[in-house]
C-alpha cells in the first residue's frame, strides 16, 4: 500500500506541471500542493531529476518538466494508430493551401494537439504538439465537443476552465453550447480569433468505424494571410478529407451530420 500511495504522490506531484501559467515550482510550492512535508517532496523530486523526467534550475533552485517527457510524448505521438491515417492529410492540406495544418485529439477536457505541419510563418504557442489547449475556443475542441452527448457537453464545460482568451472567446456555457447544436448542423467548427487574436481556425471531425468522433483536423490561418470569410470558404474542401479519413477507419455511412 505504501509503494501505491507513493505512486499517486508522484502522479499528482507530475499533474502539478500541467499549466502553462507557471512553468517551474519550488520545493516549498510543490509540498504545499501534495500536502506533504518539504523534505519528502524534496527527496522525490531528486529521484525524478536523476531520470531527467524533472529537471533544476540551478540558478532559481526551482523545478521544470525534463526532457525525457518531450521525448515520451513524441514517441506516442509518432505509434498513435491515428497518425499513420491523419498524417498524409494534413501534410497535403498545408501544401495545397500553404497554410498550418493540424490534428488532435479531446483528453481530459483539453485539446492535444497530436500532428502538425506548419507551411507558413507562424511560430505561435497555441499551435505546437503537444500542448493542452482549451476545448471552449479551439476549432478542434469544437468539433469533437459537439459530437458528444449533452451530458458529456456538461461534464466537460462544468469543469473546464473557461477562460476569456481575447475579446472574441464564449466563455457562458449556454451560448458555448449554442454554437455546438451549430457546429453539429453544419458539420465544421471555426475558430475567430477565439484562442489568439492574430488567428483563425476551421475544423472537421474524424470519425471511428462505429461513427464516434474521435479527432479533428485542422486548419490555421493568420490574420494578416487570409481573411476569416476565406478560411471558411474551405468547409466543404476539409469536411471531404475528414469524410474521406473517417472511412480509411472504417465508416462507411452516410455524408457525416
Known sequence: MQEYKTLRDLIKMLLLFNTFQ???????EIAKGLGMLPSKASRMLGTMEKDAFLERNHETNKYRLGIRFFELGMVYAFHLPLRRILRPHI??????????????IL??????????????????LVH?????LPVHTTSIG????????????????GSANLAKLTDASLVDRESIKQNLKLVRERGYSTDEGETHVDLNCIAAPVRDAGGKVIAAINLTAETKQMSAEKLFELAPYLKEKALFASRQLGYFSGAMG
Open 22 to 28: 507557471c512553468d517551474e515550482k519550488s520545493v516549498t
Open 91 to 104: 501534410e497535403q492540406m498545408a501544401k495545397e493551401h500553404n497554410m498550418a495544418a493540424s490534428w488532435g
Open 107 to 124: 483528453k481530459n477536457n483539453r485539446v492535444i494537439v497530436v500532428d502538425y505541419v506548419r507551411n507558413m510563418n507562424i511560430d505561435l
Open 128 to 132: 505546437r504538439i503537444g500542448l493542452n
Open 142 to 157: 469544437k468539433a469533437v465537443l459537439a459530437y458528444l452527448s449533452e451530458e458529456e457537453q456538461d461534464k466537460i464545460l
